[in-house]
T-cell receptor
Framework: DSGVTQTPKHLITATGQRVTLRCSPR?????VYWYQQSLDQGLQFLIQ???????AKGNILERFSAQQFPDLHSELNLSSLELGDSALYFC????????????FGPGTRLTVL | LAKTTQPISMDSYEGQEVNITCSHN???????ITWYQQFPSQGPRFIIQ???TKVTNEVASLFIPADRKSSTLSLPRVSLSDTAVYYC???????????FGKGTTLSVSS
């Protein structure tokens, strides 16, 4: 158990819909990262927040957005969903702002039908 | 970020030592080398990180030659539960994103 929690574990929805994925980092960790893993693209970095502020962006689509709240939990919002958005979405956290050990959550499996 | 190259897959038997080599010819002075392990449908798990020479922890050793253009993850006496995908990543401490490649799928048989 990494100490990072993600909800829901599974999510099934239809194309065009909007969903919200939630992540609670390890106690004391200020950075939260979001990653998408699909069979054809592998594990892709989406976005990072540090202490409530956006820190870095990766391959995140404009239809996706995220935020980190004052209690440090984070939400990833996916809208206008397409079939290709079906993937495992991982949240990770770390103590600091820089490249160091990240602790990954169990993931949310999103299926878009 | 330096590009990494690792074997796509490796096979081993229980009790053997497994060495997975990663090539990173364009590694920069400030870059560290980090290895993660991932089981199916689980998030990656940090194994070990190093800058040069040798680093050892309770689960693995990381060997980095002087030119740092490659590194080798050594798993002593593997078991069936070590069957997983192993990722080699290179990046500096000022960066934030972990850039995962295809990884090496290790299959351990009895």
């Amino acid at each position: 158990d990494s100490g990072v929690t993600q909800t829901p574990k599974h999510l099934i929805t239809a194309t065009g819909q909007r969903v919200t994925l939630r992540c609670s980092p390890r106690s004391g960790d200020l950075s939260v990262y979001w990653y998408q893993q699909s069979l054809d693209q592998g594990l892709q970095f989406l976005i990072q927040y540090y202490n409530g502020e956006e820190r870095a962006k990766g391959n995140i689509l404009e239809r996706f957005s995220a935020q980190q709240f004052p209690d440090l939990h984070s939400e990833l919002n996916l809208s206008s969903l397409e079939l290709g958005d079906s993937a495992l979405y991982f949240c990770a956290s770390s103590v600091g702002i820089t490249y160091n050990e990240q602790f990954f959550g169990p993931g949310t499996r999103l299926t878009v039908l | 970020l330096a590009k990494t190259t690792q074997p796509i897959s490796m096979d081993s038997y229980e009790g053997q030592e497994v060495n997975i080599t990663c090539s990173h010819n364009n590694i920069a002075t400030n870059d560290y080398i980090t290895w993660y392990q991932q089981f199916p449908s689980q998030g990656p798990r940090f194994i070990i990180q190093g800058y040069k020479t040798k680093v050892t922890n309770e689960v693995a050793s990381l060997f980095i030659p002087a030119d740092r253009k490659s590194s080798t993850l050594s798993l002593p006496r593997v078991s069936l539960s070590d069957t997983a995908v192993y990722y080699c990543l290179v990046g500096d401490q000022a960066g934030t994103a972990l850039i995962f490649g295809k990884g090496t799928t290790l299959s351990v048989s009895s």
